[in-house]
């Protein structure tokens, strides 16, 4: 048996991730799941909100597929995400958006992979600080050479093995000229070494403005940490929002696999939260592990089911609880 460290986390967490163990188990994939803590539920069970037992889980598995985590807004804990991705070096985080008939969305035929660089520049939080009376703030943004080099050459290699032609670099070189003009160097210099792949400078804010207009110029968009993360929720926005958008977090030991949606405890225990987001991210999981074959057929049974419009959450239109639109993509599997 493989083990996974299971992380069902806060809010409507432990309801889809039972959901996402089901739909694994139903495809028989000889896994084993080692459930551990964090966040809140940690909190409440009298542990640190990353308890020791659960990063030891994570690294010894290797492995580990994670419900949302609550993060206080403006005050309290750090988010757990950014200390799993900095303790782990999870430095690729990948976040496909893809339209599925049956999702209410803008467009149709949207197929995305955002990469984003998942431990450095602004959205790390290195070296926050605040003066005495209030009146100042300030972070540092911190982009290196070699975390630039990797995660970049992350982004052409899994293009090259998905056969995508085309790679997006975006930047804001012309005002931040030290931290993503290196980003946009690097980038440059790997390019030339992957000529099939057709390679596109944007500058950021352009690149927002292009997405709304005309996704489908878009094809793989690698990109610095701040601006990954508000460039993926808006690609999520162009196929019907976070509720289909899963995230995969890849270092070279160790990869984590999420829903990236929030908690959301206003629906926790209701049983009506769509699981679709996790078990993607699962399914994200497989082809990590080298088991494409049963991620796709997850793929396709989630796209029947929505596609059908019968047995789906409120949130796509139906009225199914969270395990009757599981039973149903079982069924389909």
């Known amino acids: 048996m493989r083990p996974i460290t299971i992380i069902p986390g806060d809010g409507i967490g432990p309801e889809i991730t039972r959901a996402a163990l089901r739909v694994l188990d139903a495809l028989d994939c000889g896994f084993s799941y080692d459930t551990q803590l964090a966040g809140v539920t940690a909190s409440q069970a009298g542990k640190d909100i990353l ?15 994670k419900g949302p985590l609550t993060t206080p807004v403006g005050k309290g804990f750090a988010s757990i995400n ?39 520049g602004m959205y790390s939080g290195e070296r926050q600080e605040i003066s005495p009376d209030g009146s100042r703030a300030e972070s540092v943004s911190v982009i290196t050479r070699a975390g630039s080099e990797r995660v970049i050459r992350f982004a052409y290699e899994l293009a090259k093995r998905r056969n995508r032609e085309k790679i997006t670099i975006v930047h804001k070189a012309n005002i931040l000229k030290a931290t993503s003009g290196l980003f946009l160097n690097v980038a440059r210099e790997i390019a030339k070494q992957y000529p099939d792949i057709e390679s596109v400078e944007m500058i950021v804010d352009n690149t927002c403005m292009q997405l709304v207009m005309n996704p489908h110029q878009f094809d793989v968009i690698v990109t610095t940490n701040l601006f990954g993360d508000i460039i993926s929720d808006l690609c999520a926005g162009l196929i019907g929002g976070l509720g289909m958008a899963p995230g995969a977090n890849i270092g070279d030991d160790v990869a984590i696999f999420e829903a990236v949606h929030g908690s959301a405890p206003d629906i926790a225990g209701k049983k009506i939260a769509n699981p679709s987001a996790l078990i993607l991210a699962a399914a994200l999981m497989l082809d990590q592990l080298d088991m494409s074959e049963k991620a796709q ?37």
Do not use: C, W
Request: charged letters at 30%; glycine letters at 6%; zero cysteines.
């Open 297 to 333: 057929r997850i793929r396709t049974a989630i796209r029947e089911v929505i596609a059908t419009g019968d047995r789906v959450t409120r949130d796509l239109g139906g009225d199914a609880s969270t395990q009757e639109f599981t039973d149903e993509i079982i069924d389909r599997l």
């Open 82 to 120: 950014v200390q799993l991705r900095k303790i782990f070096d999870l430095y690729a985080n990948v976040r496909p958006a893809i339209t599925r008939p049956g999702v209410q969305s803008r467009y149709h035929n949207i197929d995305i992979i955002t990469i984003r660089e998942n431990t450095e």
């Open 51 to 65: 308890p020791e037992e659960t990063m030891a889980s994570i690294r010894e598995n290797g492995v580990a597929l």
